[in-house]
Structure formats: C-alpha cells, structure tokens
C-alpha cells in the first residue's frame, strides 16, 4: 500500500502506548500530530531518533505538536525503552502492523542479499485539520528531527 499524499485525510489510528493508555487520532483533533514510524526499539538509528524528538519535545510542544513514534514492538518494549532512554514522547504499538499498513510503512527491505517485512522509517505531519501536511519517507537519522521540527513551525 502507497503511502498517503499530502492533502490526503490521514488514516485512523487507535493503538496502545508505553503505560497503556489507547491514543486515537480523533482524540488529536484540532492538534498537529507528528506521526513517525520506525523499525525497532533500542536500535541504534532509532534510538539516536526517539532522543532527537525527546531533546526538541518543548520545542515542538510550543508550536502546538504532538509526537507520536509508532513500531510493532511490544507496549512493554516500549516501557523498556522510554525508561531506558528517559524519553518523552509517547510510543505506540502497532503489534498486528495494521496502522503500518495503512500508512505505507510495512514494505519489503534487503540487508546482506537477504530480502523480508519491515518498518520503513517515514514521517507523517499530519495538520490540525486531520489531513496529511507533509511526507518523509525513507528517514535518514541525521537533521530529521530539526527539519520535520522546522514543517511543525511552518504550518
């Protein structure tokens, strides 16, 4: 499945998060969402991510943003992880890949000649209207963070 397009409606989410509290973008209504997808928790690209989003949260939090960070880990991987890293963004669980379906993310990867199912690391600014505002896909790790945090404060 493609990813959604800028201007699009951005697809439902309701999953668990690290405490395990349900967040649902109908809850966000009217907020910005940043919604960024990623392969694992305590990895090294994600992790140098999660505390990038952490280190600029009141940043984003005065632009009037939400970060969201979503992989198929376990809730209490999650906990593992935001404890770990004292991190302070919330991380949903997208066990059955549902939500990464919908948003284009569960795509076919190649490592060492070896082909299978995983997260691709994209983002999604999604506006306070619900629609999509921006797209990154393929997330490269370095200045990410400032460059999705430079859309936030655009919008």
Do not use: N
């Not at 499945?1 to 998060?17: E, Q, V």
């Not at 009217?30 to 392969?39: A, E």
């Not at 090294?44 to 939090?61: N, V, Y």
């Not at 949903?92 to 919908?102: Q, W």
């Amino acid at each position: 499945m493609p990813h959604p397009a800028i201007g699009d409606i951005a697809p439902a989410i309701s999953l668990p998060r690290d405490g395990g509290d349900i967040v649902t973008l109908s809850d966000l209504a009217g907020k910005t969402v940043v919604l960024y997808f990623y392969p694992k928790d305590d990895t090294p690209g994600c992790t140098k991510e999660a505390i990038g989003f952490t280190q600029s949260i009141d940043d984003f939090a005065a632009a009037g943003a939400v970060v969201l960070g979503v992989s198929k880990d376990s809730v209490a991987k999650h906990g593992k992880f935001v404890a770990k890293h004292d991190l302070k963004i919330a991380l949903l669980s997208d066990e059955a890949g549902d939500v990464c379906e919908r948003y284009g993310t569960w795509v076919e990867k190649s490592m060492y000649g070896k082909t299978y199912m995983g997260i691709e690391r994209a983002t999604f600014l999604i506006g306070p209207d619900g629609k999509i505002a921006q797209v990154w896909p393929k997330v490269k790790v370095p200045g990410h963070v400032d460059a999705v945090l430079a859309a936030v404060q655009a919008l």
